[in-house]
Each structure stands twice: as C-alpha cells, then as structure tokens.
C-alpha cells in the first residue's frame, strides 16, 4: 500500500464530476483501459488510521482501492485522488504495458 501525508497544495482541473449546484464530486470509481477499475472510498479517521495513521490518503494495489480521508476540504480530497491515481496509473502501466498485454 502507498499513503499520501504531503503538503496541503489544492488540486487543479476538470478531472471530477460538479452537481447541479456547482459542488465537486469526488468519484466513486475511475477506469483506466483494458478494464482496470479502481475503486475509491472515502473513509472516516478511524478507518484511515487503522491502515495508516499518518496519510490522508492510500493506494491499495492488491484491492485496487483508493482510501481518502472524507473529513479533509474538498480541494485537499482532489489533490489527494490525483495524487492517489498516479500510483494507480503505474500499477496499471507495469501489469498492462510492461508485462506486454498492451502491444499495439
């Protein structure tokens, strides 16, 4: 598992879903090619603490699961997913492309 504990710096772009009333929506699930789900939760600290105390976000590669700290502002829950999904994104790149299931 990896965890983010970084410095606070706001995420930019359009990579999440608004409402209606221009509120951010954080994903529930992102899909990377050949089918690659990634799951994303947003947990509470006791739930964030059990796996590691000291991030405020994970990426689980054997759940294929990204923990966020849902008490955090929105603008910090973005940067964190971004910063989660990079980790994901390298997973996926190593079990798909450098394992040659991706050939063109």
């Given at each position: 598992?990896?965890?983010?504990?970084?410095?606070?710096?706001?995420?930019?772009?359009?990579?999440?879903?608004?409402?209606v009333r221009g509120?951010?929506?954080?994903?529930?699930?992102?899909?990377?090619?050949?089918?690659?789900?990634?799951?994303?939760?947003?947990?509470?600290?006791?739930?964030?603490?059990?796996?590691?105390?000291?991030?405020?976000?994970?990426?689980?590669?054997?759940?294929?699961?990204?923990?966020?700290?849902?008490?955090?502002?929105?603008?910090?829950?973005?940067?964190?997913?971004?910063?989660?999904?990079?980790?994901?994104?390298?997973?996926?790149?190593?079990?798909?492309?450098?394992?040659?299931?991706?050939?063109?």
């Amino acid at each position: 598992m990896l965890g983010y504990s970084g410095a606070g710096i706001p995420g930019r772009g359009h990579l999440f879903d608004t409402t209606v009333r221009g509120m951010v929506r954080i994903p529930n699930k992102v899909i990377l090619p050949f089918g690659y789900h990634i799951m994303i939760r947003q947990v509470t600290d006791s739930e964030m603490d059990r796996q590691d105390s000291n991030a405020d976000g994970i990426w689980d590669n054997e759940a294929k699961t990204i923990y966020i700290r849902k008490r955090l502002p929105v603008t910090r829950r973005r940067y964190i997913l971004a910063h989660e999904l990079g980790h994901a994104w390298l997973d996926w790149q190593h079990r798909y492309l450098d394992d040659g299931k991706a050939r063109s």
